[in-house]
């Protein structure tokens, strides 16, 4: 099989891509290097006390893939708890949710092999091997099949079986119950957690801290999470997108140009969920704005039913898209893919946007009609020398390249130490990443931000 057919039947499998350079780098080697970790000390705790005892070697793989894997699934939850200093760590919540699910694959395999080790050696005694099948046999290993057994069908909906984003994220919350029966399955089958004070602290503790993030985030984080009342002042329909500004009640919400919220809206149908949305106005405006593109059931049939006057709930802000651009005195480039826009618009209007380097700009729209902040966009940079606003219809110039990009901004120049900020299309932004890095750029100077959190 040829690379790109085989990158293509892995992407099938797995609803993001890690294969593509830019994923590797800021999100899939922190991952592996924290499983490791959590692999490595978990596994040079338990072995004193195993080699102690009688040593057989698939009991010994069993029992380090059980204590690893419980370990790790816990570690699955906590990332997704939506911590800033996790946060902080992979460089945007967005990427936290991808670690979040890469981890818990590679969790998910390791416990698998917990059965299979205990199932190789039973056989060809089949009464004990029933025993690691089939739920009721025997009370504490009862535990840990129904919860490999629910882990499976879980997984099936992640990778599988393409379920709507609401029913899979509520299945989704099941995890938790995984979790909760395979600790249960442990304290009640594996002596040694008990015997060895080490170990079970180790193991008791990461598994504890697991569920508790898992009640925090299903029940807690709604009440005690950095939560706003807001008010809906002002809503529009612009072609495909519902723009909204909002009013916080009680307190100002800060937040740094490219960071988004997840808004609860309880006046319509679907309340309990929280979506994300880039804002797209300036800190230091009185309402917050937030342009959201008519894409899948809630934003195209609920959400523009919303009025002004409507009570609504922001958690947040979330984010590092904008960082880099606060922080670092560099040339930039900026590429927008359709709604991708938003985090932009909001860095334009930053008040210091003006006293930075050198911006190229380059908002890419399928035609006119859908380039609605155009105006807006070529408003704000009026007074700025430094920023170089380019819309690219694609529709008339064909797909933006990163050679098209350097020749209309940088014209013989090359990339260096540039910046490259990148928000819109999963595949336009992994695309772009891959040419820079070909044409020299750093990938850790790539920025982006994935308006898909799974
Ligand atoms: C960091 C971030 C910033 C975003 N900013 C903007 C923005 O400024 N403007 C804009 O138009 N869109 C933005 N989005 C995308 C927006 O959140 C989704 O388009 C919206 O949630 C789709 O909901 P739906 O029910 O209409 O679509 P569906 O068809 O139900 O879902 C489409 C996809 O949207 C995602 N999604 C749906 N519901 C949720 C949810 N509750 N939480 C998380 N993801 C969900 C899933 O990946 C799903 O596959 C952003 C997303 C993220 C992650």
Known sequence: MDNKKYKKKIEKILPFSFMDKINRIQFVYKSLKIVLIVGLITFLIWFPHMVRSHFEIYLFLSKASALIGLCLLSLTIILSLRNNFVESFFGGLDKVYKAHHFV??????????????????????????LVYIVPGMSTSITYGILSLYLML??????????????????????????????????????????????????????????????????????????????????VKIKGDITEIKLKTIDKKIKFHPGQFIFIKFPTLENSFEMFPFSISSSNSEDLIRISAKMSGDFTSHKLPKINAGDKIYLYGPYGKFGEKYLFEKKDMIWIAGGIGVTPFISMLKHKNSSKYNKINFIWTCKDEKSAV??????????????????????????????????????????????????????????????????????????????????
């Open 373 to 454: 902040y155009d105006k807006e966009i070529k408003n704000i940079i009026k007074e700025n020398d430094n920023i170089n606003y380019i819309l690219w219809l694609s529709k008339e110039r064909g797909r933006l390249s990163a050679k098209a990009i350097m020749d209309l901004c940088h014209p013989g120049e090359k990339i260096n130490d540039k910046l490259i900020f990148l928000c819109g299309p999963n595949k336009m932004m992994m695309e772009l990443s891959d040419q820079f890095i070909k044409m020299g750029a750093k990938p850790n100077n790539i920025i982006f931000e994935d308006f898909n959190l799974i």
């Open 153 to 234: 069908i879980l997984l099936a909906f992640t990778l599988i079986i393409k379920l709507p984003y609401k029913i899979w994220h509520f299945t989704h919350h099941f995890m938790g119950v995984v979790l909760i029966l395979a600790t249960w399955h442990t304290l009640a089958s594996a002596r040694h957690i008990i015997e060895f004070p080490l170990l079970g602290i180790w193991v008791l503790l990461f598994a504890s801290i697991g569920i508790i993030s898992y009640f925090y985030t299903l029940f807690l984080y709604r009440i005690i999470g950095p939560k706003f009342r807001a008010s809906v002042e002002y």
């Open 104 to 129: 818990g694959i590679i969790a998910a395999i390791v416990i698998l092999l917990h059965p299979i080790f205990l199932i190789v050696r039973a056989i060809p005694d089949w009464d004990s091997t």
